[in-house]
């Protein structure tokens, strides 16, 4: 894992990034708890105020408008989370969000796509993961990679491995 990032006066202590199945739900409520600080999910946010299920936005508006509440959710939630934020696995499509990711602790919860695939299983609950699930995956992980490596400021690799494992690796580097 590379170093962190500066933490910006009342940010997140953390941002999760990574792609559906790299584990940032599971590892970030880990973190959180191990740190002792709140755990925020963007996507959860997003169900929230939309006050439907994020399968039922998608169906209902279309991607457009997830992305839109996406990025008025991400915008949001680094002003007001002081605990670890997860972001949903497309949030790193818009430049807005990259932007404002900057100066933050970014972690990439990098997983390779066999990991992903047995995590994610047939998709249940993932619109874009819904018509073959394997081959979207891929094509996602492989558009997303470099954009997510652009907003981290460090990356854990996640394949094979634990979400104790994950959280006191990721919680290590940010003590120091």
């Known amino acids: 894992m590379s170093g962190p990032g500066r933490r910006p006066p009342g ?8 792609a559906p199945g790299s584990g940032k739900t599971t ?15 963007t996507d959860l946010d997003i169900e929230r ?14 991607e457009a408008h997830f992305r839109t509440l996406e ?5 949001a939630a680094l002003a007001s989370c002081a605990g670890v934020l997860a972001l949903g696995g497309g949030a790193v499509l818009a430049e807005e ?25 047939l998709g249940a ?3 874009l993961l819904a018509i073959n699930p394997r081959a979207t995956l891929k094509h996602l992980m492989e558009q997303r990679r470099p954009l997510y490596a652009e ?21 290590a580097l940010l003590k120091r």
């Open 11 to 18: 940010g997140p202590v953390c941002v999760l990034v990574g």
């Open 27 to 41: 590892v970030g409520q880990t973190l959180a708890e191990l740190l002792g600080v709140e755990f925020r999910d």
């Open 49 to 62: 105020l939309a006050g439907k299920p994020i399968p039922d936005i998608f169906i209902d508006e279309g």
């Open 71 to 75: 990025r008025a959710a991400v915008a």
């Open 97 to 121: 969000n990259r932007a404002a990711l900057v100066g933050h602790p970014v972690v990439h919860l990098s997983v390779e796509l066999a990991d992903a695939v047995k995590r994610v299983g």
């Open 125 to 127: 609950g993932r619109p």
């Open 151 to 171: 907003v981290a400021t460090a990356t854990a690799v996640t394949d094979g491995r634990t979400p104790e494992e994950i959280a006191a690796e990721i919680a």
